[in-house]
T-cell receptor
Framework: GAVVSQHPSRVICKSGTSVKIECRSLDFQATTMFWYRQFPKQSLMLMAT?????????EQGVEKDKFLINHASLTLSTLTVTSAHPEDSSFYIC????????????FGPGTRLLVL | GQNIDQPTEMTATEGAIVQINCTYQTSGFNGLFWYQQHAGEAPTFLSY??LDGLEEKGRFSSFLSRSKGYSYLLLKELQMKDSASYLC??????????WGAGTKLIIKP
């Protein structure tokens, strides 16, 4: 299957700093990329959907000024957590899709963020 | 509202069979998915059902009844490596994935 990578896999930062997470589709062009957040023992929560070259669509309750998403190309999307706080500590997962069918959505390995 | 229900946790014995149920209520239906997620890792795709019936794929099978809003994932010949969370997700009429909270499956020797 297709490969999606995320970088970094794990990051620890101080409260108030910003953290950027990269999501890349390595062997296909992703028309759409999704960003999820998952807290321990909970399901995935969709944060935003982004299409290359256009603004991301954020889910209700997700602050777009805090979670900046840039989908600069068909193979790269970035999520920047600005002014991170301890409550932002979570597992962030991206996925990439090249079509309407869900079967073509592939997940990255996730990024574990710990804000001290 | 939309919701997906599945048991929080199940325990089974190595070599046995286990069935994980999922019921859903969504606005529209474009398919039901099962994913496996090991602790600390991202989900991996297991199965996709859009028509009623049973889909078999090796040791794993998935069943769907659209009229009942019900699906199950059947795991046979359980192995220790099957210990993971199993996520049920439904794609609604807007092609948005609605996720269940996941079922943590514990396999005992």
């Amino acid at each position: 299957g297709a490969v999606v990578s995320q970088h970094p896999s794990r990051v620890i930062c101080k409260s108030g700093t910003s953290v950027k997470i990269e999501c890349r589709s390595l062997d296909f062009q992703a028309t759409t990329m999704f960003w999820y957040r998952q807290f321990p023992k909970q399901s995935l929560m969709l944060m935003a959907t982004s299409n290359e070259g256009s603004k991301a669509t954020y889910e209700q309750g997700v602050e777009k000024d805090k979670f900046l998403i840039n989908h600069a190309s068909l193979t790269l999307s970035t999520l920047t957590v600005t002014s991170a706080h301890p409550e932002d500590s979570s597992f962030y997962i991206c996925s990439a899709r090249f079509g309407q069918q869900q079967e073509t959505q592939y997940f990255g390995p996730g990024t574990r963020l710990l804000v001290l | 509202g939309q919701n997906i229900d599945q048991p929080t946790e199940m325990t089974a014995t190595e070599g046995a069979i286990v069935q994980i149920n999922c019921t859903y209520q969504t606005s529209g239906f474009n398919g039901l998915f099962w994913y496996q997620q090991h602790a600390g890792e991202a989900p991996t795709f297991l199965s996709y059902n859009v028509l009623d019936g049973l889909e078999e794929k090796g040791r794993f099978s998935s069943f769907l009844s659209r009229s009942k809003g019900y699906s199950y994932l059947l795991l046979k010949e359980l192995q220790m490596k099957d210990s993971a969370s199993y996520l049920c997700a439904v794609m609604d009429s807007n092609y948005q994935l609605i996720w269940g909270a996941g079922t943590k499956l514990i396999i005992k020797p």
